[in-house]
């Protein structure tokens, strides 16, 4: 079974940095991509950065491009999103995923492109 755990959230001001990490075990196939999504309460799940872990390329979504910062080790067996400036419209709970196999970037912050989901980290940020 492919687990997903994520460590990292807390409650910071507004222009604090925060750094999540997930840890990936269990998956068989490589060269997928790992995604980190939030969702605030009453809003829909959206893509926040994805990586490849293959290759290490990178997609953001705007509202977070400049300030976030996502990353891997060992293609994929850790990945981090590394949070900084951050504003009270980042507050929600961020969760890992990882594919079950390659998707075409263009969908990599899709939520449906996704097949395993971690807990979730809760990231609070208030101004």
């Known amino acids: 079974q492919v687990q997903l755990v994520e460590s990292g959230g807390g409650s910071v001001q507004a222009g604090e940095s925060l750094r999540l990490s997930c840890a990936a075990s269990g998956y068989t196939t490589s060269s997928d991509y790992m995604g980190w999504f939030r969702q605030a309460p009453g809003k829909e799940r959206e893509g926040v950065a994805t990586?490849?872990?293959?290759?290490?390329?990178?997609t953001y979504a705007d509202s977070v491009q400049g300030r976030f910062t996502i990353s891997q080790d060992n293609a994929g067996s850790m990945v981090y999103l590394q949070m900084n400036s951050l504003k009270p419209e980042d507050t929600a709970m961020y969760y890992c995923?990882?594919?079950?196999?390659?998707?075409?970037?263009?969908?990599?912050?899709?939520?449906?492109?996704?097949?395993?989901w971690g807990q979730g980290t809760q990231v609070t940020v208030s101004s």
């Open positions: 990586i490849y872990t293959s290759g290490g390329t990178t």
């Open positions: 995923a990882r594919t079950n196999g390659i998707i075409v970037r263009h969908l990599s912050l899709r939520v449906e492109s996704y097949k395993y």
